[in-house]
T-cell receptor, first 113, second 114 residues
Framework: RKEVEQDPGPFNVPEGATVAFNCTYS??????FFWYRQDCRKEPKLLMS???SGNEDGRFTAQLNRASQYISLLIRDSKLSDSATYLC??????????????FGKGTLLTVNP | DAGVIQSPRHEVTEMGQEVTLRCKPI?????LFWYRQTMMRGLELLIY????????DSGMPEDRFSAKMPNASFSTLKIQPSEPRDSAVYFC????????????FGNGTRLTVT
């Protein structure tokens, strides 16, 4: 099983739709979780961290399910500008060799007018 | 604040040549990472440093790859000799010493080896 796996996509949705991405991780001791957004030919940029109790930032909601070892990202009322690749990232622990961040391969989202 | 700065933005070279990629992390960040991104393999961690010391280089593909961090504000990733399969986008990223700190990426270097 890969360390971090994402929905392969691509997702094509109309404007205003709600879309959800899932990401599973294999290391049950993982401590930190993030969602990144990457536009075409650009660097990944942090979208939001994922907290144990779940968190929301405007139209974006992130959730963590430790029992099933997955994180999710929900985008409500999608906009054309949300079109991008969404990458989940997982960190095994704190300090030393556990500090590396492992990324999923990403899910491409296209929001259509 | 200046972000992570990488150079060059684009590099085209012939097989067998030496390639050196450069990175200046965000000031005050304790960790520096080198990633490689391809369509097939996604974003792969090559190596990362903590306080200029290499911590995990298990992602470095082979001996042709080497990375150094001589001081807190500069790192290099060198490929010698380069091969066509090294063609990819190479990202440098930095982060603070906190387990919940995200990575901040540079613009990347797009390497093409012909």
């Amino acid at each position: 099983r890969k360390e971090v796996e994402q929905d392969p996509g691509p997702f094509n949705v109309p404007e205003g739709a709600t879309v959800a991405f899932n990401c599973t991780y294999s290391n049950s001791a993982s401590q930190s979780f993030f969602w990144y957004r990457q536009d075409c030919r650009k660097e990944p940029k942090l979208l939001m961290s994922v907290y144990s109790s779940g968190n929301e930032d405007g139209r974006f909601t992130a959730q963590l399910n430790r029992a099933s070892q997955y994180i999710s990202l929900l985008i409500r009322d999608s906009k054309l500008s949300d079109s991008a690749t969404y990458l989940c990232a997982v960190r095994p622990g704190s300090g030393g060799s556990n500090y590396k961040l492992t990324f999923g391969k990403g899910t491409l989202l296209t929001v259509n007018p | 604040d200046a972000g992570v700065i990488q150079s060059p933005r684009h590099e085209v070279t012939e097989m067998g040549q030496e390639v050196t990629l450069r990175c200046k992390p965000i000031s005050g960040h304790d960790y520096l990472f080198w990633y490689r991104q391809t369509m097939m393999r996604g974003l792969e961690l090559l190596i990362y440093f903590n306080n200029n010391v290499p911590i995990d280089d298990s992602g470095m593909p082979e001996d042709r790859f080497s990375a150094k961090m001589p001081n807190a504000s500069f790192s290099t990733l060198k490929i010698q000799p380069s091969e066509p399969r090294d063609s990819a986008v190479y990202f440098c990223a930095s982060a603070r010493l906190s387990y919940n700190s995200p990575l901040h990426f540079g613009n990347g270097t797009r390497l093409t080896v012909t």
